[in-house]
């Protein structure tokens, strides 16, 4: 395994569709496991394979309850609405106010070409979605209601 370097806002890759995976193998394995192990150097809840500069459709999140790996992601049933703040590895030190479904169902593939689907609230539901997005070229910020201001974010900082 080994940590690879998360790409910031104004990389051109960030904004790119990525490809589905159609290979399972040994080099996909590599992947996922530096992505494992970049993700939990970084503290985040979720890394996307565009933020590692690999353009295909692969993503880590781990919310708590070890790490889930998401190979052609769908999200298949939504429902529900949660207001709640939001940030990105690739966009260190801003957060924003943004709307995600407090529910979503999701199907996927498992690092051995397995259908799977697996069913998430709240947090890992926000998650589901804001990885997925990235697989499409997305970040949150387009989809902020506001972003928090630096007083803002002290503030937090402060109540923690």
């Given at each position: ?24 193998d040994?080099?996909?394995?590599q ?54 703040q ?5 966009c260190p ?23 799977c ?13 804001h990885?997925?997005d ?27």
């Open positions: 395994m080994a940590l690879r370097n998360i790409v910031k806002e104004g990389d051109p890759i960030l904004a790119k569709k990525c490809r589905p995976v159609e290979k399972f040994k080099k996909l394995w992947l996922i496991d530096d992505m494992i192990e970049t993700l939990e150097e970084s503290g985040g809840v979720g890394l996307a394979a565009p933020q590692v500069g690999v353009m295909r459709r692969v993503c880590i999140i781990n919310v708590g309850d070890g790490p889930i790996e998401f190979i052609n992601p769908v999200i298949v049933e939504a429902d529900g609405e949660q207001e709640v939001e940030g990105c590895l690739s030190g801003e957060f924003g106010i943004i709307k995600r479904p407090m529910h979503v169902k999701a199907q996927f593939n498992d690092r051995d070409g397995n259908l689907e697996v069913e998430g609230d709240e947090l890992f539901a926000q998650a589901m979605c990885e997925f990235h697989l499409d070229g997305i970040l949150f910020k387009s989809k902020v209601e506001r972003m928090l201001s630096e007083e803002e974010l002290r503030e937090m900082r402060e109540e923690d």
